[in-house]
């Protein structure tokens, strides 16, 4: 019954009771008649069984009970104002987009437990995919179209933040009962008697991949460009021809074994994928969280060691 015996009413009643001399400027100062406030007061002291006021020469004085509420009541609503207040804002706080986007030769398998997570953390926070920036994702970064971009490019521009995730390596993936699928790595001339199904982006691996041929003195493959990752795995996985990928880009097919990926040459060609945001969208955007938790859900992949079609190890 204690605990029900003061409301907030109560409070913001003796407290403009005290602060304004008496129960008619108090009455004014509530939006209440002056009768309304003389009856809740003469409620409020029968609850509590003290007097809070005593009447002094027609004005009304604190008594020691009445003073130690009126302190009480202070802190307590200015308490309450504070929390309402600070509810306020977080319920109409501003509603942040971060717009992202991937180089080529990545997918999103990893995107919705990152976007799970920052719900809960950063609910104002809405995270789009940008997909109009894989071609150029750093210049698309510059422009202020997205706010992040996951590359393997090297990052020169001083107005962008470039921070390393994880180093990965190129692979030739290809379906399991492929020819090619036997040995520990695909050599140069293996790849270039394929059709190859590669990203159509200017980042230019395939230019890359040119150079490293040429190189090893074999032949470009025929080359058919595929816009989007998982179409390209789905045409891999029907034997129709080989791609050459980043290994995090393929990782859920091959841990589930409908695909296996091969080292491309026995040397390997390993890069560094990093998150690059502009200096700016880090003071209102969780740009550093939303890389740790690529970075996690990296890791959380572990592809499955099988043994290769002609039961040699890899």
Sequence with gaps: MAGSMLEVRHLRLVRAIAEEGGPTRAAARLHLTQSAVSHQLAELEGRLGVALFTRVRRQLKLTPAGTRLVEAARELLADLGRIERELQTAGARKREVLRIATECFTSYHWLPA??????????????????????????ALLRGTIELALV????RDRELVATPLFDDEWTVIMAPSHPIAAGPFVTAAELGAQTLFAHDA????????RELLKVERAAMPKTVHVPFTDALVELV???????????????PWEARGEIVARRFTRAGFTETWSAVYRHDAATRLPLARFAE???AQKLAYKPVRRAHARGAPR
Excluded: F, M, Q, Y
């Design 114 to 139: 990152v976007i799970a997570t920052l719900a809960d953390e950063v609910p104002h926070v809405e995270v789009r995919i940008a997909s109009e920036a894989t071609r150029e994702p750093l210049s």
């Design 152 to 155: 393997s490019s090297p990052v």
């Design 202 to 209: 200017p980042r230019s691996d395939v230019e890359r991949l």
């Design 237 to 251: 996985k029907a034997g129709l021809g080989v791609a050459v990928v980043s290994r995090w880009a393929t990782a």
């Design 293 to 295: 938790l690529v970075l």
